[in-house]
């Protein structure tokens, strides 16, 4: 079947996507075919696109890790979905491993081979793409910057039909390891201070469910515009940290909770005096989640010992089950209490470049592409 798919063709930066025509195959031994609705843009895409980690990857690939959409058939030994369910597509796992083996497929050993495997789930000598018989390479064994994708059933989460596709996509990676790391890691207790720092979508992800488990929120950023929309959206306290130092933020984090800090930390930023900053903030005995990744980041043995009094995990996709955590947050988003549309910019599919160019510039929190 032919499709229009984004293709990335070259690593450079800026990154350019071209809407062309491709093939895809039908599903086979337990692979899905799904009509894609939406689909995410997650900074993980432009990294690969522009080798900002300096990871190698076939080309030319289809980008995309957070789509939703509606099954539109299935291959031999699926069952747990059928066409017509609505669907998350998210990381792959291998369905063998150890962590596999023991319900926590967000630490699959072969996840990130996966992710750039041009074979597939069950090592299929070609990928579900190609254009003009050569083939063309998928992402996350997903590449939802296409009409349709197909997909291990192992990645696909059944959702409810009264989920509005177009704002599901995203739940798939960055809001998933947001309020992931909340749900699954810190475990807040009501009436606790939850500090967040990075008003991203992982970052507000994290402060939704932090406040719909009942506790109470403090974030901060740099982002006066991002700090009004959390206070817009029930956060308890913000705090600008544009110009602090490292010394300054901590006292007025601390300061902001009652002046003796938070009980628990989600680490959205990836800056390193912020990460200092914000560790040195929470209390002893306290929990912290560092869930951002990004650039390099520095730390003083020394350092250890003044937050050795803290439990402090990192956290993969939020260490939670997607098949778990993604029902969840459809069912938050219904109640009103994960409100997600409020840092979506929508636009076409065919407006994808335009859609890559607003994120880098930072005019859009969290791009959502529509299909038709």
């Known amino acids: 079947m032919k499709i ?14 071209k809407i062309q025509e491709v093939d895809i195959i039908e599903p086979r031994q337990n692979e899905v075919r799904i009509k894609i ?18 990871i190698p990857i076939p080309l030319p690939m289809v980008m995309g890790h957070e789509g939703a959409g509606i099954v539109e058939s299935v291959g031999p030994g699926v069952t747990k979905v059928k066409p017509g369910d609505h669907v998350v597509i998210s990381i792959p796992s291998c369905g063998c491993c150890e962590a596999c083996n023991t319900g926590k497929s967000w630490f699959c050993a072969k996840t990130a081979d996966l992710s750039l495997l041009a074979g597939g789930f069950d090592f299929f000598d070609t990928t579900p793409l190609s254009k003009d ?103 308890d306290a913000i705090v600008n940290t544009k110009g602090m130092s490292q010394e300054e933020m901590t006292v007025a984090l601390k300061e902001t909770m009652d002046g003796t800090g938070a009980h628990c930390l989600l680490e959205a930023c990836g800056v390193t005096p912020v990460i200092k900053a914000a560790m040195l903030a929470v209390r002893a005995g306290g929990r912290i989640c560092q869930a951002a990744v990004g650039g390099k980041i520095e730390f003083d043995s020394w350092f250890f010992g003044e937050v050795d009094s803290k439990e402090i995990t990192f956290s993969r996709m939020g260490n939670v ?5 993604i029902p969840i947050l459809c069912e938050l988003y219904k109640e009103g209490k994960f409100p997600i549309n409020r840092i979506y910019t929508y636009y076409s599919f065919n407006d994808i470049q335009k859609a890559v160019d607003e994120y880098m510039a930072g005019k859009a929190v969290k791009p959502v592409l529509l299909f038709d």
């Open 4 to 17: 229009k798919a984004a293709l990335c063709n070259t690593q450079q930066n800026p990154p350019e996507f």
């Open 37 to 54: 609705v939406s689909a995410g843009i997650c900074h993980t895409d432009i990294a690969y696109a522009t080798d900002e980690w300096g």
């Open 321 to 325: 089950s997607s098949g778990l955590i």
């Open 133 to 235: 018989g050569e083939p063309v390479h998928i992402l996350f064994q997903q590449s939802s910057f296409a009409e349709y994708v197909v997909t291990n059933h192992r990645s696909v989460v059944k959702i409810p039909d009264d989920m509005d596709l177009k704002d599901a996509g995203p739940l798939s990676c960055g809001l998933h390891t947001g309020a992931g790391g909340v749900y699954s890691v810190l475990k807040p207790q009501i009436g606790e201070w939850v500090l967040v720092t990075g008003a991203g979508a992982v970052g507000l992800a994290a402060v939704w469910m932090a406040k719909a488990m009942g506790a109470k929120v403090c974030l901060a950023d740099i982002a006066d515009d991002r700090l009004q929309l959390a206070k817009e959206t029930g956060v």
